[in-house]
């Protein structure tokens, strides 16, 4: 991997961190809720998904929360970086959003599932503009 591609990376993480952190200091009403998630093996999640015909569609690295019972709340202070991806079926239109969380683990959570799945236009750019222009917001 070039330097340059790894320093677009290490950025890219960087704003992310600041982001949430600066999120979550930021927000004096927001408050942590717990919702439902289902972890399982590779075995079991990837068989849920091949029944529904779902692909690889995106990868990330995702900046969040995590369980800690050695913390008051049972939320780690830290946020941390888990390997993310999106699954789907253009045809269908379900789709699944999963996380990896390693050893020792070695699961994988699903954090949703869904309907009505479509692809982003390829000029999402231009998309945006036209859509500031229509509001007025130029």
Known sequence: MSVTKMNKITNRIAI???????????????????????????????????????????IGKQVTKVKDPDEQNGIAVNPVILPWAIYGNLETGTFTVLEYHAYPYEQFCTIGIGVEFELVPDNLEELIEWQRKRDGMN
Do not use: H, R, Y
């Open 16 to 58: 992310a961190v600041l982001l949430v952190v600066g999120l979550l200091t930021a927000s004096k009403a927001g408050e942590w809720n717990e919702k439902p998630v289902i972890c399982a093996d590779q075995l079991e999640t990837f068989g849920a998904m091949a029944a529904q015909d779902q692909v690889l569609i995106a």
